[in-house]
């Protein structure tokens, strides 16, 4: 049964997160009618992350397994076409090697977190960012993302849902920077605990506005205490941008 490396994008808004739930509407569930509608299999699709409520996908990686070995292109062009109209677009397939697996092969997973400063509201990327009036000090933001940076238990910055085995996680990246009205903050690891990025995100721009410091991140994070985290930023304005293998 061949297995295809599908690279797929979509837009969260209308989705109850990516994982199929009864009667909800979710990506898994629209790239599997996809597929029964293309060759009439019903099958389940895997993904390296399934992303929550809201949140958007440049960069997802999705495994489909077909009974018939199919050109990818063919099934690219397919799925594209009965995905619609639904905001979720396959940008390219391909033939998986022997024994990937989408979520299980991948060694790195990068998230971007998109916030709109300043006062005027999104007119272009209503739903796509998260809208900050007071100015933000992205330099002040960026040094105390580095307190983040490392091998660091993020008991803190993990939602009280979240089912991972440990809070343990290396954070290799964070980044902030400011591209004219938009600061952008991008993070990368190996894997993320559930709403990690949303949590450091609302908590790094708590700096950003004055109200915390680098060192009441770093006593945050030592805390390992979820009460010591900042504000959860929206899920509107993050993005899953990349998967390494």
Known sequence: ???????????????????????????????ERAVLRFCGETIRVGAAGRTDTGVHATGQVVQVDLAKAWPADTVRNALNFHLQPDPVAILSAELAEEGWHARFSATGRRYRYRILNRL????????????????LDAGAMREAAQVL???????????????????VKTLDVA??????????????????????????????????VGRWTTADVAAALAARDRRACGPVAPAEGLYLT???Y
């Open 242 to 244: 990349h998967v390494g």
């Open 1 to 31: 049964m061949p297995r295809y490396r599908l690279l797929v994008e979509y837009d969260g808004r209308p989705f109850h997160g990516f994982q199929a739930q009864a009667d909800l509407p979710s990506v898994q569930g629209a790239l």
């Open 120 to 135: 005027a509201p999104p007119a272009l990327d209503q739903g796509r960012v998260w809208h900050v009036k007071k100015p």
């Open 175 to 208: 980044d902030v920077r400011r591209e004219g009205g938009e600061v952008i903050l991008e993070f990368a690891s190996r894997s993320f605990l559930h709403r990690q990025v949303r949590s450091m995100t609302g908590t790094l721009a708590e700096v950003g």
């Open 149 to 167: 940076v490392g091998h660091h238990d993020f008991t803190t910055f993990r939602d009280l849902a979240c089912q991972a085995k440990s809070p």
